[in-house]
């Protein structure tokens, strides 16, 4: 078995990654072949063009690597879905959109493998909390 050298997170564009930050730094100084990366990266979320995409990049001692991409970031899912272009400065304050709880029910599903939750409800609380948080209302 390939000994882990580093662990690297990085939030990409889904499919329209390039050499340049955080990419290119963050790779380059691990000596992996940013080409390589780039074209598998693209290729493996060409489908969610549009979302901000976790990525956890495991570098190895021989410089390959290997890379596990998460669900799309909740906040963008919540922009998204309200048809916001970014949150609230004042959340408490200033609404700047408006969700339905249904959506709320359909972001808690696409998260459900990353948040460490065993039911819906609790998923669904933590997503609600993520739109208060960023000043979208959520409707009944």
């Known amino acids: 078995m390939k000994r882990i050298k580093k662990v690297l997170k990085l939030q990409l564009p889904a499919g329209a990654a390039t050499p340049a930050r955080p990419v290119g730094p963050a790779l380059g100084a691990e000596g992996i072949n940013l080409g ?18 976790p990525v956890v990049v495991n570098v190895y001692e021989d410089r390959s690597f290997d890379i596990r991409i998460k669900t799309p970031v909740t906040s963008d899912l919540l922009k998204k879905a ?37 039911s819906l409800e609790a998923a669904k609380k933590i997503i609600e909390g993520t739109a208060k948080q960023m000043g979208i209302e959520i409707e009944n």
């Open 36 to 53: 390589q990366f780039i074209n598998q990266f693209n290729q493996m979320t060409a489908s969610q063009k549009g979302s901000i995409l």
């Open 82 to 118: 309200a048809g916001i272009e970014k949150g609230s400065g004042e959340p408490n304050r200033k609404k700047v959109g408006k969700i339905s709880k249904e959506k709320i029910i359909e972001i808690a599903k696409i998260k459900m493998p990353d948040l460490n939750v065993d």
